[in-house]
């Protein structure tokens, strides 16, 4: 083994609860632990990592890691910390959101290695399609009593808090099914360990009781605390929704962004849990950035890392690149790496104005182009007296009031960036 996978996740803050002598039981030999994903959208989003982190840990310390994608379960829909019914999806697009997510999860797992601890990717529809309903009545619902399941708070806060709409009998059966889940993998995998949030915890504890009712056997769950952020706004949330893995969901540039922003606070949490960065080297970046907290170190390396990780290091690149136009110096070039979302992202919120294609192709001259054409400055003559002043730019280049406008100052073929000073910008968009 090459480090205590308890200890490892503690000082990480990455445990909320773990039942007793799972830390000695890991100690003994290689163990198996599985963590299970719905794969109710064709991409994870940064709410899933925690857990994929603890599988990655899991693997490092010489363990093997089970993904299991819920193909039966997410037709089910988990009432864990829902109020309402989730949608249900055919099989289809649950196949379609299955290979998607296995693509992301090759970029922390080892699912190729020739070692015993490889990882492995399971689909609890493999064992649950030909399951029928009363033999699933019959062979696993009699082990759990009715008493038992509507003890989970899962269950108690759905009947009885506030606004409360009650639960179907699907969810209801929920834990029943990801019981028999562990179970399964518990006969036919050796698998010894559910991880989870700490919202699974009903879930799994259903399963190490079913294992121990129908085996006589000892399993343990261990799950991580729900990330919350200091201010009180959701992790992995912006206006615009979830921050996912897919980057044509979310775009590197914004991904990285989401991280660079975090809080002081904030960011010393995360980059404990979403590295593998050491405590001796989590403890330097710490200190250094407390000496000189606005060059906000610890946001940049924790962003730097996760955008690697999650993309790869030439859209780490392009992030960085994207964030310095607005910050700090860029060039032309820069502009034209970005994509069209990017870069509406990037200027997000400037000041635009219109310019069809044909007024473009007669040229326009770059005093009409900043005021009369566009209204970004008040009169010719404050256009005259920046340009004089030499703080007038194209595309991030400084101009002269002789310049013309024209179709070869386009950046990707619809946008033409004009800048006053440092840090104001316009956007002429082209039609």
């Avoid at 992301?104 to 601890?117: A, G, I, P, T, V």
């Amino acid at each position: 083994m090459t480090k205590n996978f308890i200890e490892e996740l503690t000082w990480r803050g990455m445990i909320h609860d773990s039942m007793p002598g799972v830390e000695e039981h890991l100690l003994e030999k290689m163990r198996s632990a599985y963590v299970g994903i719905d794969p109710t959208a064709d991409s994870l989003h940064i709410g899933h990592l925690v857990g994929v982190m603890m599988l990655r840990h899991f693997q490092k310390a010489g363990h093997q890691p089970i993904a299991l994608l819920g193909g039966a379960t997410g037709m089910i829909g988990d009432p864990s910390m829902k109020s309402q019914e989730r949608n249900l999806l055919n099989e289809e697009e649950l196949q379609h959101n299955q290979n998607a997510i296995k693509a992301q999860l090759s970029r922390f797992l080892d699912f190729d290695s020739n070692e015993e601890n490889k990882a492995v990717l399971v689909n609890n529809y493999d064992w649950m399609k030909d399951f029928s309903f009363l033999e699933f009545i019959r062979d696993v619902g009699k082990h759990i009593t009715v008493n038992y399941m509507m003890s989970k708070d899962s269950v108690k806060k759905r009947l009885t808090g506030e606004n409360a709409e009650g639960m179907s009998f699907t969810e209801f059966s929920y834990q029943l099914v990801q019981g028999y889940d562990f179970l399964h993998l518990y006969k036919n995998n050796e698998v010894t360990i559910q991880m989870g949030g700490s919202d699974q915890w009903g879930n799994i504890t259903t399963g190490t009781e079913m294992i121990r009712r129908v085996e006589s056997g000892k399993a343990f769950a261990v799950t991580c605390p729900l990330i919350t952020k200091a201010d009180g706004t959701k992790f992995g949330k912006t206006e615009g929704g979830n921050i996912w893995l897919d980057a044509e969901r979310t775009s590197p540039y914004e991904f990285y962004q989401y991280w660079l922003n975090t809080s002081d606070e904030d960011a010393e949490k995360f980059i404990k849990i979403f590295t593998f960065l050491s405590k001796e080297e989590i403890d330097t970046l710490v200190a250094e950035h407390n000496e000189a907290p606005h060059q906000r170190q610890l946001q940049k390396k924790l962003a730097e890392i996760i955008t690697i990780t999650v993309h790869s290091e030439a859209d780490l690149k392009t992030a960085i690149a994207a964030s310095n136009i607005l910050f700090g110096k860029s060039t032309e070039e820069d502009l034209k790496s970005l994509s069209v979302k990017d870069f509406l992202k990037v200027f997000e919120g400037i000041p635009q104005a219109p310019l069809t294609r044909a007024e473009l192709k007669e040229g326009v001259g770059i005093i009409d182009a900043l005021s009369a054409k566009t209204g970004f400055l008040d009169s010719n003559g404050q256009a005259r007296r920046e340009l004089k002043a030499n703080a007038i730019s194209v595309n991030k280049s400084k101009v002269k009031e002789d310049l013309t406008l024209s179709e070869e100052h386009l950046i990707s073929d619809q946008f033409i960036l004009l800048g006053k000073g440092k840090k104001t910008n316009y956007l002429i968009i082209v039609s």
